[in-house]
């Protein structure tokens, strides 16, 4: 499996997570007209660990996690649904920001999440 599937997997999989936000976790782009809340995630940042072989011995990720929302109350919601499924993974969040898209008019949480393989 991808990392990509795997952080998909592991959010799918939390009852808290699904509560919020049913299947509408995807990467790279939502489609238009989505109920919502819904999370978004894309990588960003890929870093290859090498063997002395020159063998690839283990892959970190960094993706960028988006709570999107109609109100900020309900994307900070999310944002902590998924917070506590990385830290029970422990994953190491990088940074937590928020944000607003006026052409839709939604909120947003967005997380920056380092992952290892």
């Known amino acids: 499996m991808s990392l990509d ?3 998909r997997a592991a959010l799918a999989a939390n009852a808290g997570v699904i509560a919020l936000v049913g299947a509408n976790i995807v ?3 939502m489609e238009e007209g989505v109920a919502r809340p819904f999370i978004v ?18 892959e ?9 929302a ?3 109350a309900s ?8 917070l506590a499924v990385l830290a029970a993974d422990k994953r190491a ?7 607003y898209d006026p052409e839709l008019d939604l909120e947003a949480t967005l997380l920056s999440v380092e992952w290892w393989d």
């Open 70 to 72: 109609d109100t900020r």
């Open 75 to 82: 994307a900070e919601a999310v944002a902590n649904a998924v």
């Open 5 to 7: 599937t795997d952080l």
């Open 60 to 68: 970190r990720a960094v993706f960028d996690v988006q709570c999107w």
């Open 41 to 58: 995630f894309t990588r960003s940042a890929t870093e290859y660990q090498y063997a002395l072989d020159g063998s690839i011995h283990g």
């Open 27 to 29: 990467s790279d782009r």
């Open 93 to 99: 969040v990088l940074s937590k920001t928020s944000g």
